[in-house]
């Protein structure tokens, strides 16, 4: 049951094709569709800094460049309980949570690894590793917070 429920199952995964006409942070868009829908889109599987902390300017604008007013495909199966989609965002074939990872503008957001097929985990999980040891985007930070600890000081 958990299998069909993971992102990773495209049998189970809804599509949402649209534009991407906003970006809130690191890890959350706004797309478009052709019905001029708007859908609230949370990235899965990662966690961006929150715009009042270190890097969290930045995460949204390597966001909003890799996105903004472009069309991408979402694919997703659950929402979040503030009724955001929950999805992975692809442009060309190229998966925008991961490229975030990639850039060191998020993390792999473990909590919910489970979430992820067994490659797509390991993949995020590579990717925040090696943007560690390059000490890339968030990583020049001595002691990055996570996003989770820095919500529940606030």
């Known amino acids: 049951m958990l ?17 991407v006409v906003g970006v809130s942070d690191g890890d959350s868009v706004t797309v478009l569709d052709a019905k001029k829908t708007q859908h609230k889109i949370r990235l899965a599987g990662i966690d961006a800094p929150e715009r009042a902390q270190a890097y969290g300017q930045k995460a949204k604008e390597s966001l909003s460049d890799l996105v903004f007013g472009k ?4 694919k997703w199966s659950k929402q979040d309980r503030y009724g955001r989609i929950v999805g992975v965002v692809t442009l060309a074939g190229v998966d925008i949570n991961l490229e975030q990872v990639k850039r060191g503008m998020a993390w792999h957001y473990k909590q919910y690894q489970n979430e992820q097929s067994p490659e797509d985990r390991e993949a995020y999980a590579q990717s925040e590793s ?25």
């Not at 299998?3 to 534009?19: C, D, F, K, S, T």
């Not at 069309?71 to 979402?74: I, R």
């Not at 000490?135 to 917070?145: E, K, Q």
């Open 3 to 19: 299998a069909a429920l993971a992102l990773g199952n495209l049998a189970a995964a809804n599509v949402i094709q649209g534009r």
């Open 71 to 74: 069309s991408v495909e979402v």
């Open 130 to 154: 090696q943007a560690r040891d390059k000490r890339m985007g968030l990583w020049r930070d001595p002691a990055p917070m996570e996003p989770s600890v820095f919500r529940r000081k606030k």
